[in-house]
């Protein structure tokens, strides 16, 4: 049974920095695409950052670009997501995904295994 777990989340000022961590059981990040989706009160699931293995490219949405870098740690078997800068926007629940097929030029993030999510809320 594949289980992911995340963590990391919390209340911070905006302007501050939170990492959130997705470690994986029954699931092995390294050779597949991975990452994070967050969901805002009131609004749609949006794709906010994908990996995979040896990834040059990373995804990250327009609004988190320059300000999130996404990573992971193949021997531990962690993806990360580094969250500088934040702002009121950027709050929500943010889940890790994992096994995804991303088409980034139609935003379109399909991921077979999910994690709980973890919340994030950046207070003004």
């Known amino acids: 049974e594949v289980q992911l777990q995340a963590s990391g989340g919390g209340l911070v000022q905006a302007g501050g920095s939170l990492r959130l961590s997705c470690a994986a059981s029954?699931?092995?990040?390294?050779?597949?695409?991975s990452g994070w989706f967050r969901q805002a009160p009131g609004k749609e699931r949006e794709g906010v950052s994908f990996?995979?293995?040896?990834?040059?490219?990373?995804y990250y949405t327009d609004s988190v670009k320059g300000r999130f870098t996404i990573s992971s740690d193949n021997a531990k078997n962690i993806v990360y997501l580094q969250m500088n800068n934040l702002k009121p926007e950027d709050t929500g629940v943010y889940y890790c995904?994992?096994?995804?097929?991303?088409?980034?030029?139609?935003?379109?993030?399909?991921?077979?295994?999910w994690g709980q999510g973890t919340q994030v809320t950046v207070s003004s």
């Open positions: 995904a994992a096994d995804c097929t991303v088409a980034a030029g139609i935003r379109l993030f399909l991921c077979d295994y």
């Open positions: 029954g699931f092995t990040f390294d050779g597949y695409t």
């Open positions: 990996t995979s293995s040896n990834d040059d490219d990373p």
